[in-house]
């Protein structure tokens, strides 16, 4: 008998979240923790643009790099906007970080 598929605790595909992580590990190393908060990571909800959190080694990259890494992501969800956050560990969490630390699901 075959086992039942894993349900996602965000309303990703499994590919989608195979590929949101490996490009955050391409682009931060593979320590970076990648959240999905918003809307995305409530099951009960519909639509939405991807909100992602991802806690990177040492300081907080530069924002352009925050930006470059969006796109690279967003070509990979078809085109689905994307709004990337960036927390380096040895930096203080804003407000945004505690909130998505909080609510958000580790991928």
Request: aromatic letters at 2%; charged letters at 30%.
């Amino acid at each position: 008998m075959a086992a039942a598929p894993t349900l996602s605790p965000v309303r990703l595909r499994p590919e989608e979240i195979a590929a949101v992580k490996r490009i955050v590990a391409e682009h931060f190393g593979p320590d970076a923790e990648v959240r999905v908060f918003g809307s995305r990571a409530r099951l009960d909800q519909r639509g939405g643009d991807l909100d992602l959190h991802v806690r990177v080694p040492g300081g907080t990259p530069p924002f352009a790099m925050e930006v470059r890494v969006a796109n690279v992501i967003e070509k990979a969800m078809d085109d689905r906007h994307v709004d990337l956050v960036l927390l380096g560990s040895a930096d203080s969490p804003r407000r945004i970080d505690e909130v998505a630390l909080a609510t958000g699901v580790l991928l």
